[in-house]
């Protein structure tokens, strides 16, 4: 059983804060890390991907990556109301079409 | 049009209707997907195909049955649903043999068993 945790929240931050979120995964030959951003009644949007141990960032977003621990994080600076949604982690393992999700993470901004 | 659409966003159906859903992707992506989306539970995978050829099928009942006519469409043909099958069914595609290539949704289809 290949396992995809996050903390389910919901998390709560101030508007201009850093919301960090945590992912954790059971399989260790995972290769690629996906985060999506998912709003209320709506489907869930990629936000970014990572697939190389470190940070990589796209505008206020950064997702790190560590293998040897087997976490992935996404951090949003500057936090806006606008990012009030749940954020879901998804892991591909190293082989075949599968995508394994969290249960998501659940954000508020307070204005 | 571009992206993942499909059809209905909304359905009510009784417990003995037949029902279909159905998924259009126009990014040119090899693969195509159902997921299953209940409160307070991952994504569930239900169906995966790639080239029209189906890889995958997570152990999903007989009253679900996917077709996938060719790689930009999928349907799921619903029958005699049972009410725990109400949830939010998406459909994503990709592009298979490609690295890093992330899944992209539809709006999904709300459904609801009564």
């Known amino acids: 059983q290949k396992e995809v945790e996050q903390n389910s929240g919901p998390l709560s931050v101030p508007e201009g804060a850093i919301a960090s979120l945590n992912c954790t995964y059971s399989?260790?030959?995972?290769?690629?890390f996906f985060w999506y951003r998912q709003y209320s009644g709506k489907s869930p949007e990629l936000i970014m991907f990572i697939y190389s141990n470190g940070d990589k960032e796209d505008g206020r977003f950064t997702a790190q990556l560590n293998k040897a621990s087997q976490y992935v994080s996404l951090l949003i600076r500057d936090s806006q109301p606008s990012d009030s949604a749940t954020y879901l982690c998804?892991?591909?393992?190293?082989?075949?079409?599968?995508?394994?999700f969290g249960t998501g993470t659940s954000l508020t901004v307070i204005p | 049009e571009t992206g993942v659409t499909q059809t209905p966003r909304h359905l009510v159906m009784g417990m003995t209707n037949k029902k279909s859903l159905k998924c259009e992707q126009h990014l040119g992506h090899n693969a195509m997907y159902w997921y299953k989306q209940s409160a307070k539970k991952p994504l569930e995978l239900m169906f995966v195909y790639n080239f029209k050829e189906q890889t995958e099928n997570n152990s999903v009942p007989s009253r679900f049955s996917p077709e996938c006519p060719n790689s930009s469409h999928l349907f799921l043909h619903l029958h005699t649903l049972q009410p725990e099958d109400s949830a939010l069914y998406l459909c994503a595609s990709s592009r298979e043999g490609q690295n890093n290539s992330p899944l992209h949704f539809g709006n999904g289809t709300r459904l609801t068993v009564t």
């Open positions: 998804a892991v591909q393992p190293n082989t075949g079409n599968q995508f394994y």
């Open positions: 399989d260790r030959g995972s290769q690629s």
